[in-house]
């Protein structure tokens, strides 16, 4: 039973069992936000959680965290996970959130590493149907330009709510299959900022700008033209090599792979239909992967073996201990979640649609050559120890990419990076452009694997900071002290 209310000048809606306050603007008729307050993880900072509802059909959940540090002051970042499939709720408690997972799903610790350190935080489940995300009619996404357009709507609703965080820079951070979502997701925004605030026009009164300063993409996957070619060089001659001989019949074998693979995403792109792209997806995830797959490693991370008895499908065994800590009732209470849904970590259903539409394969890097343009910074970041989106693919299309910094990020050379907490050298960064951080920045993190938050806490922490504050990373100055 639904019922909905006014009071002091707020609407408001209860149902599930939940109070929520009920947010709606007349620019967008198709969308309203429910958000409650809950005191999970982290009391020490205010939080909201809810859902933003589409068409009265799909429901995309959030959880957002204020930062420790200023938050009045503190950027404004959005942090999606990919997949496709796996909800944001992942990287919230195993890699960055303001808690870590611990004892088998039985409870949760501080993280002392937290990006909300000097971050206001919006963790968002996407496409519908991941993580506590929904449809009431079985109407699903399956291609990122969709889901682009649906986040832009949650920005929207939610800053007209929380207009104290409509001033702060605005970052969109991702990992994995979000290498493909970010940039569609930036690219209607800025498409939409465009044309909302262009010279001359008057906007819709409670419609903000958003300030999109960046995007951050770690271990993604973004133009698999380069990418999937660069799975026998990463295999065979990176750091952690699973052959022996690097000319011998195996890696010979796998490079063989290779003109097919491109041959067929050539195809998708010229013809942009699913019956090309889909091909290309099939062919090349089954031959450049199959390697990665069948060798008893860890896929996400060259370093470590995976018992997938043990360890779970995905060789994570932390990824089980978070769905036993969501499905607790009074978790799911407290964040405004109707109790009959059941969390998933990873949802293989919404992979398969995705795959099926052979949305990986288009050239998300010309999403890109506006945005980066106009000014919107971007940070290509990859552990060094993960097999799927390998350091070296990522390395290779940022610079392959047009913009008006291809020429200087072509020249640029890697230089190492310290952090500046404990003075470990955690890696390497190139970059290009004016001053600070860089307009375009490619940072391998040694010894991390696709998650780089989880396998390198302090790195991931230290490279954060220093990018959402526009300082490089090859340089510890005094102008960085204020991160410690």
Same mark, same amino acid.
């Given at each position: 039973m639904v019922?909905?209310w006014?009071?002091?000048g707020?609407?408001f809606?209860?149902?599930?069992?939940?109070?929520?306050e009920?947010?709606?603007h007349?620019h967008?008729?198709?969308?309203?936000?429910?958000?409650?307050?809950?005191?999970?993880?982290d009391?020490?900072?205010?939080?909201?959680?809810?859902?933003?509802?589409?068409?009265?059909?799909?429901h995309?959940?959030?959880?957002?965290?204020?930062?420790?540090?200023?938050?009045?002051?503190?950027p404004?970042?959005?942090w999606?996970n990919?997949?496709?499939?796996?909800?944001?709720?992942?990287?919230?408690?195993?890699?960055?959130?303001?808690?870590a997972?611990?004892?088998?799903?039985?409870?949760?610790?501080?993280?002392?590493h937290?990006?909300?350190?000097?971050a206001?935080?919006?963790?968002?489940?996407?496409?519908v149907d991941?993580?506590?995300?929904?449809t009431?009619?079985?109407?699903?996404?399956?291609?990122?330009?969709?889901?682009?357009?649906?986040?832009?709507?949650f920005m929207?609703?939610f800053l007209?709510?929380?207009?104290?965080?409509?001033?702060?820079?605005?970052?969109?951070?991702?990992?994995?299959?979000?290498?493909t979502?970010?940039?569609n997701?930036?690219?209607a925004?800025?498409?939409?900022?465009?044309?909302?605030f262009?010279?001359g026009?008057?906007?819709?009164?409670?419609?903000?700008?958003?300030n999109?300063?960046?995007l951050?993409?770690?271990?993604?996957?973004?133009d698999?033209?380069?990418?999937?070619?660069?799975?026998?060089?990463?295999l065979?001659?990176?750091?952690?090599?699973?052959?022996d001989?690097p000319?011998?019949?195996?890696?010979?074998?796998l490079?063989?792979?290779?003109?097919t693979?491109q041959r067929?995403?050539?195809?998708?792109?010229d013809?942009?239909?699913?019956?090309?792209?889909v091909p290309a997806?099939?062919?090349?995830?089954?031959?450049?992967?199959?390697p990665?797959?069948?060798?008893g490693?860890?896929?996400?991370?060259?370093?470590r073996t995976?018992d997938?008895?043990?360890?779970?499908p995905l060789?994570y065994?932390?990824l089980?201990?978070?769905?036993?800590?969501?499905?607790q009732?009074?978790?799911?209470?407290?964040?405004?979640?109707d109790?009959?849904r059941?969390?998933?970590?990873?949802?293989?259903n919404?992979?398969?649609?995705?795959?099926?539409?052979g949305?990986?394969?288009?050239?998300t %890097?010309?999403?890109?050559? &506006?945005?980066? +343009?106009?000014?919107?910074?971007l940070?290509?970041?990859?552990? #060094?120890? /993960?097999?799927?989106?390998n350091?070296?693919?990522?390395?290779?299309?940022?610079?392959?990419?047009?913009?008006?910094?291809?020429?200087?990020?072509g020249k640029?050379?890697?230089?190492p990076?310290?952090?500046l907490?404990?003075?470990?050298?955690?890696?390497?960064?190139?970059t290009?452009g004016?001053?600070?951080?860089?307009?375009?920045?490619?940072v391998?993190?040694?010894e991390?694997g696709?998650?780089?938050?989880?396998d390198q %806490?302090?790195a991931?922490? &230290?490279?954060? +900071?220093?990018?959402?504050?526009?300082l490089?990373l090859?340089? #510890?100055? /005094?102008?960085?002290?204020?991160?410690?």
């Open positions: 019922h909905k006014s009071e002091a707020k609407e809606v209860h149902q599930n069992g939940v109070t929520y009920l947010v709606q007349p967008f008729k198709n969308y309203k936000l429910r958000v409650t307050e809950p005191t999970l993880c009391a020490s900072v205010k939080q909201y959680s809810g859902y933003l509802d589409i068409s009265d059909s799909k995309l959940f959030f959880w957002f965290f204020e930062s420790r540090v200023s938050p009045e002051t503190a404004l970042v959005m999606l990919g997949g496709p499939g796996c909800s944001s709720s992942t990287g919230l408690l195993m890699e960055l959130g303001p808690c997972i611990a004892d088998e799903g039985k409870n949760t610790t501080v993280n002392e937290s990006w909300n350190t000097h206001n935080m919006v963790f968002l489940d996407q496409p991941v993580g506590f995300s929904y009431d009619n079985g109407e699903s996404v399956n291609n990122s330009e969709d889901a682009g357009i649906d986040v832009h709507a929207q609703l007209s709510r929380f207009p104290q965080y409509a001033a702060l820079p605005f970052h969109v951070a991702t990992e994995s299959y979000g290498g979502f970010a940039p997701i930036a690219h925004i800025h498409s939409e900022n465009k044309k909302l262009s010279q026009f008057a906007p819709a009164p409670g419609l903000s700008k958003i999109l300063e960046s951050l993409i770690g271990n993604g996957m973004t698999n033209y380069v990418q999937m070619a660069s799975m026998p060089d990463y065979c001659e990176g750091p952690y090599p699973i052959y001989d000319e011998g019949a195996q890696c010979q074998a490079r063989s792979k290779v003109p693979c067929l995403i050539k195809a998708c792109r013809y942009n239909s699913r019956f090309t792209c997806a099939l062919y090349c995830n089954s031959q450049l992967y199959a990665v797959q069948q060798s490693l860890n896929p996400y991370d060259a370093r995976c997938r008895e043990r360890d779970g060789c065994q932390q089980g201990w978070i769905e036993t800590w969501m499905n009732a009074e978790v799911k209470q407290a964040l405004g979640v109790p009959s059941t969390f998933e970590s990873c949802n293989m919404v992979n398969q649609a995705f795959l099926m539409q949305d990986s394969m288009h050239y %890097p010309a999403l890109l050559t &506006d945005l980066v +343009n106009d000014g919107v910074r940070l290509i970041y990859a552990g #060094n120890a /993960d097999m799927m989106c350091y070296m693919g990522n390395e290779r299309w940022l610079t392959d990419m047009d913009s008006v910094f291809k020429d200087e990020f640029a050379v890697n230089e990076w310290t952090t907490r404990s003075g470990t050298k955690a890696g390497t960064v190139r290009a004016a001053s600070g951080a860089g307009n375009v920045t490619f391998t993190i040694h991390a696709h998650m780089v938050p989880f %806490p302090e991931g922490l &230290d490279m954060f +900071n220093r990018w959402i504050f526009n490089p090859n340089e #510890n100055t /005094d102008a960085h002290s204020r991160l410690l």
